[in-house]
């Protein structure tokens, strides 16, 4: 099968090349200077009488195909030009070059404003029209994504409202950095660049099968004005303890070469609290964990894109950074028996750190096959991130009127080092004709996994290995894939029909324990948009998809808070999959309606496991979950008055869950619903001054075998625009009430355990944010080739 891949590609290639090998009439259009003239309207009436339309492109270059034999009229037309007509006979390939004349009197400028709607749906994915919303203006990209619906930020994490954490892309090419790094590069960019942000609920065949929560596009504004353009921003947070961000990004084009960087760092501190209660028959434990983390975390980017022709662009790029982390943490915990009196008490303190770096590298190669975009994509890519975890702790037993027990301090340090290196490479062809577009394509990934886990005892002064808990672990996963999608219209009704293929080989040795695993896997895409009416929009779609584990859940490192305690990864964790149907109406671009439904199968999730003999506790990721999830969501965008506009979403959603493993409940299940308010203030007719108050709620729902409590969030802003909206400032309030808490509990063993968090989201943040240079410099699209097994590794 892995030998057919590469066949299968090229004769589909062959194919589609033979299909363009018909009759077509081309040409080039100019000026009386000889300059390429662009959208030039060109009107084509063929031997049978059909009439085709179409414009120049940049060159000033035009293409028909399917025309008709016999007698032919073409018209060139456009505004400041006198319009053109020739006639001829039309046999075989015909090429019309011509030269148009500027009118005697021609306007000094003319404007024409066309309003997107502020929504669209698409055949595969709903557009969020930035540049039409008022809740966009002096935001960065971050902030920005809070406001679309259905999309939920917290604590800098993007998720889907009922689904989960999702992919990021800008300009179709996934954002390959780890959650830190990621969160400053969006805060880099400001909302000013974007044109539109695209949620891919349902993700067609052309991208990756991996991940059950879809994708997020972010597409930048593109114009053709040469120049160089650049934003430099900082940001300081004030949660328990101060953190500051400082970061930009930089572009410049001239002639054929394009160059672009970042450069952005992140220092600081947080202090999450966690709370757990365990009630053992006759005991309960409480454990309290007070935590400081500590991050320095600087990344940065270099590429550079050539347009060798006009068809051609090459591109090469560098990505790197490294975090260096390390924490300060007391875990207390309390022995309390029966009669609610404290027995012992077994305190703990701990000190981690963690060393992490990445580089990747992408070669990349867009070639036209003409000026109707057919084209062919090449992609070459290279990841390798390495890490060091090194976590000292001790032990220290006492009595509950708060003796210690003799002999009970004992001290202990685990280390890991892993070492993840991957190579990729991807082809894609696109091919749209007149009544059809179809595109395919093929990828080939090699991943290799090392990590080297170590566990010591203090003894005599001397820390001593346990071989009981150590590990050598080597994991390597291979996957070749196909793809081909067809998109057709017809009238009102929108047609996407895809297949994808993948087949992947699988080893990893752990204690002496090899797990092979080969499996072939298809992942079918279909949708159907119907356009009723202007106001009406209906849509169906439905999508198989795949959840491979990220590499460190499959790292046996073990991370304890005390002897009794610990996490640990799964070396022989297998993917999840699932299959997604969604049913959506869209009424006056300003209530989106949707009603879905997911099955999961295989799925995995941290389980802690409770052992009332030992009273150990051992979480760690295993396959167990089979779930359903129903949703029917309601989005509304809408100004109540002029100065006001706001984003309001309310979902309701019932999950069910059920267990193959005997230590956890059989099935559990539950309603659960969000509701969330957005709204902004223009508080001045210059629109340089906003206001914004926003606000969301959680109720209990059923997550997995977990049964959340109910949180919120209440948040305040002002923002204000200066230096002819160049310098954007602003002041935010997050969590003003300090209720934005997870809390949740479960059932293992029998054993009842409750959960209380808190990640330090009580914030005030200041933000400064200058634009400069050129702020039309084109943006030239680009896609890398790694985007599902680069995302793994965070």
Request: one cysteine or more; proline letters at 3%; hydrophobic letters at 35%.
């Amino acid at each position: 099968m892995q030998k057919l891949f590469p066949v299968i590609v090229f004769a589909l290639i062959i194919i589609g090349l033979k299909v363009q090998a018909q009759f077509k009439v081309t040409g080039e259009i100019k000026s009386e200077k000889n300059v390429p003239k662009q959208h030039i309207s060109i009107k084509l009436i063929d031997g049978g009488g059909k009439t085709n339309y179409t414009q120049s492109d940049s060159l000033g270059k035009y293409s028909f195909t399917n025309i008709n034999v016999g007698e032919c009229v073409i018209t060139f037309s456009a505004i400041g030009f006198q319009t053109l007509k020739k006639t001829f006979q039309f046999t075989g390939d015909t090429i019309i070059n011509i030269q148009l004349k500027e009118t005697a009197n021609t306007l000094d400028e003319v404007q024409i404003n066309s309003k997107k709607p502020l929504f669209e749906k698409k055949i595969d994915r709903t557009v969020f029209n930035v540049e039409n919303s008022i809740a966009a203006l002096g935001t960065d990209v971050l902030e920005l994504l809070s406001k679309v619906p259905g999309v939920r930020v917290m604590n800098d994490q993007v998720s889907l409202v009922g689904k989960g954490n999702v992919n990021l892309m800008i300009n179709d090419k996934l954002i390959q950095l780890s959650q830190d790094d990621l969160s400053n590069y969006l805060k880099s960019i400001s909302s000013d660049q974007i044109s539109k942000i695209e949620v891919i609920t349902n993700p067609p065949a052309k991208y990756d099968a991996q991940g059950n929560n879809g994708l997020i596009n972010i597409m930048l504004k593109k114009v053709t004005v040469e120049g160089f353009k650049g934003t430099i921003n900082t940001v300081f947070t004030q949660a328990k303890h101060p953190t500051a961000s400082a970061g930009g990004n930089f572009s410049c084009r001239k002639d054929k070469i394009t160059l672009y960087s970042t450069l952005n760092i992140r220092k600081g501190s947080i202090v999450p609290f966690e709370q757990s209660n365990v009630f053992y028959p006759l005991q309960t434990w409480n454990v309290v964990n007070k935590d400081r983390n500590f991050r320095t975390v600087p990344s940065g980017s270099l590429g550079m894109d050539y347009q060798r022709s006009p068809k051609t662009l090459l591109g090469l790029s560098y990505n790197g950074g490294l975090t260096n982390f390390h924490s300060e943490e007391n875990i207390k915990t309390s022995v309390i028996n029966i009669n609610q009196l404290v027995d012992s008490v077994l305190n703990s303190d701990a000190n981690a750190k963690i060393r992490s770096r990445y580089h990747s590298a992408n070669l990349y190669l867009k070639q036209a096959l003409d000026s109707t975009g057919k084209q062919i994509t090449f992609n070459a890519d290279w990841f390798k991130l390495g890490d060091e975890k090194e976590r000292f702790f001790n032990n220290q037993s006492y009595l509950g009127n708060g003796s210690s027990i003799p002999h009970s301090f004992a001290e202990y340090l685990s280390t890991s080092k892993q070492n993840i290196e991957l190579y990729t490479v991807k082809a894609d062809v696109d091919l749209p004709f007149k009544d059809f577009k179809v595109s395919f394509g093929t990828k080939f990934s090699f991943i290799n996994n090392e990590s080297d886990v170590n566990f010591f005892r203090k003894q005599n002064n001397i820390f001593e290995i346990d071989d009981k808990q150590s590990n050598l672990f080597n994991y390597r996963e291979n996957t070749q894939a196909a793809y081909v999608n067809l998109n057709r219209i017809i009238k009102k009704w929108d047609f996407q029909l895809g297949l994808r293929a993948e087949y992947t080989q699988i080893e990893g040795v752990s204690l002496g324990e090899k797990n092979q695993n080969n499996y072939f896997q298809m992942f079918p895409t279909f949708y159907t948009v119907y356009r009723s009416s202007d106001k009406s929009i209906w849509s169906i779609n439905y999508g198989r998809r795949i959840n491979r584990p990220a590499y460190r859940k499959l790292n046996p490192f073990r991370w304890y808070s005390n002897q009794y305690v610990y996490t640990e990864g799964n070396p022989f964790l297998q993917p999840s999959y699932n299959n997604n149907i969604e049913f959506s109406h869209i009424y006056k671009n300003t209530l989106t309606s949707t009603f879905s439904f997911s099955n999961t199968t295989n799925g995995f999730i941290d389980v802690n496991f409770i052992d009332a003999n030992t009273n150990t506790q051992a979480s760690r990721p295993i396959n167990f979950i089979t779930g359903y999830n129903y949703q029917f969501s309601n989005a509304v965008v809408f100004n109540p008055v002029k100065k006001w506009q706001t984003i309001n979403q309310f979902d309701v959603f019932y999950n069910v869950s059920k267990s193959n493993i005997v230590q956890t409940q059989d099935e559990l299940m539950g309603f659960g619903a969000y509701f969330s308010t957005l709204n902004q203030f223009t508080l001045n007719q210059s629109k340089t001054f906003f206001a914004d108050v926003n606000f969301w709620y959680q109720f209990p729902a059923v997550d997995g075998l977990n049964e959340n409590r109910s949180q919120c969030n209440l948040d305040f802003g002002i923002k204000a625009l200066l230096l002819n909206k160049k310098l954007q400032l602003s002041l935010n309030a997050n969590d003003v009430l300090k209720t934005n808490k997870y809390r949740f509990s479960s059932l293992i063993n029998n054993i009842k355990q409750d959960y209380n968090n808190y990640y330090d989201a009580q914030q005030l943040r200041f933000t400064a944010r200058f634009n400069f240079g050129n702020e039309k410099i084109k943006q030239l699209e680009r896609k890398a080739g790694n985007e599902e097994e680069r995302r793994r590794s965070n």
